[in-house]
């Protein structure tokens, strides 16, 4: 699945939910599961994502919705290789968002 998100410096958890298509308690259920999500907080409470945050959303979301690992080997997972497997991940996610501007760009045409 191909999630394109706009760049911003913060993202709330409502945008961040509807672009992946989930609800917001699963954000914040990832939030507490997964060590490498953590968005920065404002006064009032807000969860502000950050684009790192993005990043480790989408490998999380790829992981689990995608790939079908449960939410104990997705954690193995990202503890065990996630260097390497994030890498091939964004390498993977970078030629699928080149696939959808081809895709558009034939579809103009």
Known sequence: MYINIPEKRYYGIGEVAKAFG???????????????????????????????????????????????????????HLKEGKKQSLDTFEIIEKLEGIKAQLNKIKSQL
């Open 22 to 76: 989930v609800n917001t308690s699963l954000i914040r259920f990832w939030e507490k599961e997964f060590d490498i999500l953590k968005p920065k907080k404002n006064a009032k409470g807000n969860r502000k994502f950050t684009p790192e945050d993005i990043k480790n959303l989408k490998f999380i979301y790829h992981l689990v919705k995608e790939r079908g690992f449960t939410l104990e080997g997705a954690k193995t």
